[in-house]
């Protein structure tokens, strides 16, 4: 996000895009549990190819801006493959694969986010440490999550809109972070 002349990209929106999305999953999650298994698992691989093309355009369009834009086209092209197989897979064995790959997804990009954080942690400690607190809510109910995936209680359902509303919060507040650092050394938005 940030290249070695201190430039910031000026797509800060996108990460916010792809926050609001996770949390706008993850209380759709948490206020619809009776909801039906498939539905939500082919709105969930909409949101992730949705998610994995503003990814893919934010780290094409930055690939003269930042040097590590390879991560977020990389992550970008994981989202889309994961959406898609997802839409291909028979209803009957759905659900299942839903939680698995939602659950290492979450795992996959909790792990990216964390190295954002460190690129992007200087002169603010606090932003910092609130970063690592919300991925370390994320991590752990990801990890919750794929303990048990078959069952598919309340606490299932519990555990992924948690931990997509705890990244969601991460993206929006690394969305503002990059805006502000954006800001600073560019004077503009």
């Known amino acids: 996000m940030m290249n070695l002349n ?23 999650c948490l206020c619809s549990p009776v909801t039906s298994v498939p539905v939500l698992a082919y709105i969930f691989a909409g949101l992730v190819c949705l998610a ?5 355009v934010y ?16 992550l970008g092209l994981l989202d889309l493959v994961a959406g898609i197989w997802l839409f291909t897979l028979p209803e009957e064995e759905l659900a299942a694969t839903f939680v698995i790959v939602i659950g290492i997804w979450l795992v996959c990009v909790t792990i990216n986010a964390i190295c954002e954080t ?3 942690s200087s002169g603010s400690v606090i932003w910092s440490i609130f970063s690592i ?41 690394i969305s503002s972070r990059i805006r502000k650092l954006n800001r600073a050394t560019n004077g503009r938005l």
């Open 6 to 28: 201190g430039g910031v990209t000026r797509f800060w929106w996108i990460p916010m895009l792809t926050g609001l999305i996770s949390i706008g999953f993850g209380v759709w």
């Open 52 to 56: 994995g093309i503003f990814n893919i």
């Open 59 to 74: 780290g094409v369009i930055n690939h003269h801006i930042a040097h590590n834009w390879g991560w977020s086209l990389a």
């Open 118 to 120: 460190f690129m992007l």
């Open 133 to 173: 607190l919300l991925l370390g809510i994320t991590i752990w109910f990801a990890f919750l999550l794929l303990s048990s995936p078959v069952s598919m209680a309340v606490a299932g359902w519990m555990y992924l809109g948690i931990s997509l509303i705890a990244f969601g919060v991460f993206r929006v507040s």
